[in-house]
């Protein structure tokens, strides 16, 4: 009886644990890079860089870098709602991405670099699209904001060594963002939108 006492006591706290968290899903180009932003977060409990969107069953990295399964890189963010709110990882989001490209991001070109949001619930699709709407309505040079709204799709978790690759291979990961021009072009955005630095 001990036992089972036990055992049904592990079962709801699990369940209570479950129920505390959320999850949100971001395309920004490099999914190396869009890890850094949120894993600073208090709340955020997880980061996984994966793919999202295709049509392609457990893709592979050169599968998806490939730019024929329809996937996005993105990443997936496990959260504690009651520690973080949904708004401010989309405003993490909008400094951390270029939303007036839709040819990919910074110099990662191609479909599956192209920046969406991938909303899980009718509540984070009217977020979403309201904070869109409010930072177009900051613009004042007639750019349009292209980044997408879309249904959450199955979410596949990329390759091990693509997990906190920005930690395991620092230098290179430096490197990489360094030559491909994000932060530099992050900087200019942020003049035209007026959204705060990158939090990278």
Known sequence: MIRFLLALFLFCLQAAAAA?????TFAGGCFWCME??????DGVLATTSGYTGGHVKDPTYKQVTGGR????????ISYDPDKVGYEKLLEVYWRNIDPFDD?????????????AIFV???????MAKESKQGLQEKIENGKR???EILPAATF?????YHQDYYRKNSLRYKFYRYSCGRDQRLEEVRKVIGAGESEE
């Open 20 to 24: 505390d968290t959320a999850e949100a």
């Open 36 to 41: 850094p932003p949120y894993d600073k977060i």
């Open 69 to 76: 399964t329809g996937h996005y890189e993105a990443v997936q």
């Open 103 to 115: 040819g990919g991001q910074f110099c990662d070109r191609g479909p599956q670099y192209r920046a």
């Open 120 to 126: 899980h619930d009718e509540r984070q699709e009217q």
């Open 145 to 147: 904001i292209v980044t």
């Open 156 to 160: 596949y978790p990329a390759e091990e």
